[in-house]
């Protein structure tokens, strides 16, 4: 276990030596992700702006729940990253080299990069956290902050599974699917706002199949202290800790299997 | 005069034939943006819902606006012909000025082919779901019919003249990933494919409605769904007429800097 964090720790500080060596371009696009994730939250401001409240809910608010969402998403796409490109991998047939080492591969690609220039949304994250909490006057006692912290934790994990799921899929299609963006970016957009202005179908794809409402909604419902109006009892704010490593493990079940699968396509 | 122009054409048409070959990716794609589609007009319904305020457009005409922006995404100035990027940066872009054709007329018109196919695969599936199953109707009148044609070709034009200006920028800065993201997240912004420029601030509309983005979506969407008068036609066809000669002549004035400077990557 020490041993495998020690070489997780050695390839996160390779990945982050390398980037490193692009000072600027480091900057820029970090700046670039920053404005790029920032139209989400102007978004947010114009529609509030015009329409003054959303179903009973405040900017402020939906700030709380951007904030935690984002944080989440962040995280798990700065860790994600080699998931997210398996698709070059398997294509090129270069996943073959990965299976000679004596590691498993999902702990490869998981260490493969920290992406830091993705660290642009964590960071507009923060500022609608901040800005969220300043509005509403919101106070963290210790046990908010534990929800908060468990609810990016949590969504951050089911996140990762996606990208895991997302990335078996290419063992069997070779590609990657722009289909499974509709769950990462799109639940990412989703979670955004408070999920109780969707259409139930909608509620429930986010509920049972990819179970970000748990990792997401309910949890900032508890921190905000509001009863949830479709009536789920306040202890599914809690869930969060352990839903998220449960989907995770199960994506990584998938992956197991997938694995099994792969035809390599170079020689 | 002739001959150049049978020389355009044929480049035309081998672009238009050859991206009509991805035709699974356009399937995936599709399904990707009716979700999209779905979830924008979701959270914009519960905005509507959250309000009795007298809005510029109807229900059914944010819905129609919606289906459209996902419609004409390809129009956004972020999709860019990727051959004319690569020749940039392989430096295979010395082969084109060997040729007796102008590069910036050359480019846009590759560009225009590849941008009227990849709209086109997209557009059509969309609009016939979107119109059977989620509520996009038919303009309301015929002239509505025209000026939405007429302004989407128009769009096509702009988007194609504002690509070849951030095509050119590649010649300094080789990677073309910044400058895109860049221009990228402003034309989604303010194209209204984020949120629709009629709920923008009022101070703001006067600026919003001059930029080149709001053509290449807002104004055939809103022409389409009968939000905007054919009375405003004329102006918004010299509004167009008038950024496709300011971008024509940056994207000229910039190629003609950037070839007397030019270095050429590789041997």
Redesign the interface.
């Known amino acids: 276990m020490r041993d495998t964090l020690a070489l997780i720790g050695h390839y996160y500080r390779a990945s982050i030596r390398g980037q490193m060596q692009y000072k600027a371009?480091l900057l820029?696009?970090t700046l670039?992700?920053l404005?790029?994730t920032g139209?989400?939250l102007?978004?947010l401001a114009?529609?509030f702006?015009?329409?003054?409240?959303?179903?009973?809910w405040t900017l402020a608010e939906v700030a709380i729940f951007y904030g935690i969402t984002n944080a989440a998403f962040s995280l798990a796409d700065a860790v994600g990253t080699g998931f997210d490109r398996f698709g070059t991998l398997v294509k090129s047939g270069r996943f073959d080299r990965l299976l000679l080492r004596p590691r498993s591969t999902a702990l490869q690609l998981a260490a493969q990069e920290l992406t830091l220039r993705r660290s642009g949304r964590l960071l507009q994250a923060l500022v609608a956290l901040v800005a969220g909490t300043v509005w509403l006057g919101l106070r963290w006692t210790p046990l908010k902050l534990a929800l908060g912290a468990t609810a990016v934790m949590g969504a951050a994990c089911v996140f990762v599974g996606l990208l895991v799921v997302q990335a078996t899929l290419a063992f069997w299609t070779t590609e990657s699917?722009?289909?499974m963006?509709?769950m990462t970016y799109?639940g990412v957009?989703?979670m955004q706002?408070p999920v109780t202005?969707?259409?139930g179908w909608?509620r429930k794809v986010f509920t049972y199949m990819v179970p970000l409402a748990l990792t997401c909604y309910y949890p900032v419902l508890a921190i905000l202290e509001r009863a949830d109006p479709l009536g789920g009892p306040p202890w599914l704010g809690w869930l969060s800790p352990l839903v998220g490593p449960l989907s995770c493990a199960g994506a990584l079940l998938l992956w197991r299997l997938g694995e099994r699968h792969y035809a390599s396509t170079g020689s | 005069m002739i001959a150049t122009a049978q020389a355009y054409a044929a480049a035309w048409g081998a672009r238009f034939r050859a991206s009509l070959q991805y035709r699974a990716a356009a399937l995936a794609g599709m399904a990707t943006q009716l979700f999209w589609g779905l979830m924008r007009i979701m959270v914009l319904a519960a905005f509507y819902r959250s309000t009795t305020a007298p809005q510029p457009m109807s229900v059914e005409q944010m819905v129609g606006y919606v289906w459209l922006g996902q419609a004409l995404l390809m129009m956004q100035p972020w999709y860019i012909d990727r051959e004319i990027l690569e020749e940039v940066a392989s430096g295979q872009v010395a082969y084109q000025l060997l040729r007796p054709l102008d590069l910036h007329a050359h480019w846009v018109c590759r560009d225009m082919a590849n941008r009227a196919s990849a709209v086109l695969l997209r557009a059509v599936p969309l609009c016939i779901v979107a119109g059977i199953f989620f509520g996009l109707e038919a303009p309301p009148s015929v002239g509505a019919a025209a000026a939405f044609l007429l302004t989407t070709l128009l769009a096509l034009v702009v988007a194609s003249t504002l690509a070849a200006v951030v095509a050119v920028t590649t010649m300094w800065t080789i990677s073309s990933l910044g400058v895109r993201q860049m221009v990228g997240t402003v034309a989604m912004m303010f194209s209204g494919v984020v949120v629709p420029l009629a709920f923008f601030p009022a101070w703001s509309q006067p600026i919003v409605a001059n930029l080149p983005f709001a053509l290449m979506m807002d104004v055939p969407g809103r022409f389409y769904t009968g939000a905007l008068p054919l009375a405003a036609l004329p102006l918004e066809l010299a509004r167009g007429a008038v950024w496709i000669l300011v971008l024509t002549l940056l994207g000229r004035g910039l190629l003609a800097r950037a070839q007397r400077r030019l270095v050429i990557q590789g041997g």
């Open positions: 371009s820029l696009l670039a992700h404005l790029a139209i989400d102007l978004g114009v529609l702006a015009h329409f003054g409240q959303l179903r009973g699917l722009e289909v963006n509709t799109g957009q989703a706002y202005i969707y259409d909608f």
